[in-house]
């Protein structure tokens, strides 16, 4: 009783200075401590930094008793404490703070093919459209980008491509032609991760085109094909064949071992999409289809590993982190394959209590709660006090960086990869949209030409 009562005011405490505080044996103290925990009162750990007790560090008499509604309170105000260490940044702020740590700004770029991994690892889950992936979005931010490091990564096994997005009651039931664009949503990601990137409400396919019909039912029975292969389980000349393969691709029902398909898509085929596919394979050969060299098709997203949805939201928020560095709400608007995020911020506050996010107000003019992670608040907090950027950043319009009207005010610059958005010091200056250049800051003429051409350069 009198070590109970002890205890309810003592806080995190070793058993040695209890005793000798009471005038009690310590084997009399652990045995009291010992029934005390039994009871769920009391819980013992390492409560005080290594620093408060430097002569018992590491041995057994470091081992501290508290008790539990103490240890609950002092949890909650060691957070509170945390959170307010930090005033939140501007969103021009932030996106700086986003530029370096999405590796675009001049100087932080990747390199090489493991700087192709390495982007693709902070951007999988992401969709956009499939034009954008090697005509700006990689570039942006592997220096010299090579297509051959992108062959590399999907002919090795551990790049797969494919849609992740389940079908949207909004969508046409039967695509057209006019929609083998490059506008086509795609996302690349590491196949290792691919069970827990999926959607879990992905859909049974809408109506199919008699040409995709065949195909699927050829990749269903047979497994994984070569396209000659399948041109001989079809019967389908190339042209139609290349249709089909990529109105598939695009509903999230095909992939292939190579990029060559969201090559094609990244070409600029419009309404007349069907006419040029026919006369780019006519030019070919009479056998030779534009997408013979993507090497084996297989239905996506194939054989993967069951995951429950608490692991799987975890990893979501993993890869929210490492992609946004601080996350919130608004963020998700761009995240079309993530989870909801009531189920994001109920595992991010698991993840505060143990110490590895921190909550708080990071970044101003945001409702609702901030999660980021330490070396993201001590970025933000350096990037607040530090002098302003003079670099020009032009990015795409599906960019992830593509912010506008999100975190910044200001319309929404829709997430096409023919527009573009020019920032200097995390303020979007200028944008390009459906051919036009709009400006938001009195620029000299010979600055604002030259950022005229970049913009329609780029977009």
């Known amino acids: 009783q009198i070590v ?27 045995a009291a401590l010992v029934a005390i925990e039994a009871e769920g009162l009391v819980m013992r750990g390492h409560y005080s930094p290594p620093s408060a007790t430097p002569h018992v560090e590491g041995s057994e008499d470091a081992l ?32 700086r703070f986003l530029a370096d740590y999405q590796r675009v700004s001049p100087g932080r770029r990747w390199h090489g ?17 499939a034009g954008a992936w090697e005509r700006r979005v990689l570039p942006a931010r592997v220096k010299d980008y090579d297509p051959a490091w992108l062959d590399q990564l999907a002919m090795s096994g551990e790049l797969v491509w494919g849609r ?53 039912e050829a990749l269903t029975a047979r497994g994984a094909l070569f396209y000659h292969d399948l041109q001989t389980a079809t019967g389908l000349l ?14 999230g029902l095909v992939t292939a071992d190579g990029i060559a398909p969201v090559r094609a898509l990244s070409s600029r085929l419009r309404s007349s999409g069907r006419d040029a596919v026919r006369r780019r ?8 289809g534009l997408l013979s060299t993507a090497g084996r098709w297989s239905l996506f997203p194939g054989i993967v590993s069951t995951m429950n949805t608490q692991e799987r939201t975890r990893q979501w928020a993993v890869q929210l982190l490492d992609r946004w560095g601080v996350l919130f709400r608004d963020l998700l608007a761009r995240e079309v394959a993530a989870p909801p995020w009531w189920q994001l911020v109920s595992v991010l506050r698991r993840m505060e209590a143990q110490g590895e ?11 609702g709660e901030q999660y980021a992670r330490n070396e993201s608040v001590e970025h933000l907090r350096s ?39 020019a920032l200097r010091n995390g303020r979007v200056v200028a944008t390009l949209e459906s051919g036009d250049v709009h400006f938001f800051d009195e620029l000299p003429l010979e600055v604002s030409a030259d950022l005229t051409r970049r913009l329609r350069r780029t977009g």
């Open 357 to 367: 996010v921190r909550g708080g107000r990071f970044v101003a003019g945001v409702a």
């Open 164 to 216: 992740l997005r389940p079908f949207r009651p909004d969508e046409p039931e039967r695509p057209s032609s006019s929609r083998l664009t490059r506008a086509a949503p795609l996302s690349l990601m590491l196949r290792s991760d691919l069970a827990w990137l999926l959607p879990v409400d992905r859909q049974s396919a809408p109506p199919l085109r008699s040409g995709a019909e065949q195909v699927l």
């Open 281 to 288: 394979a006519r030019a070919a050969g009479p056998t030779v």
């Open 383 to 421: 990037l607040r006090d530090a002098a302003p950027s003079e670099d020009w950043l032009v990015v795409a319009g599906s960019d992830p960086l593509n912010l506008q009207g999100i975190v910044t005010t200001g319309a929404r610059v829709a997430a096409k990869a023919t527009n573009s958005l």
């Open 64 to 95: 501290e008793w508290c008790d539990r509604r103490l240890l609950a309170r002092i949890h909650r105000l060691t957070l509170d404490g945390l959170r307010r260490q930090i005033a939140p940044v501007a969103p021009a702020d932030y996106l």
């Open 238 to 251: 190339p042209s139609h064949l290349d249709e089909a393969l990529l109105e598939l691709a695009q509903l």
């Open 113 to 129: 093919p493991a700087g192709v991994r390495e982007a693709i690892r902070h951007l999988q889950g992401f969709e956009m459209a």
């Open 4 to 30: 109970r009562g002890r205890m309810q005011t003592a806080g995190p405490i070793r058993v040695a200075r209890l005793a000798e505080e009471m005038a009690l044996a310590p084997s009399k103290v652990d």
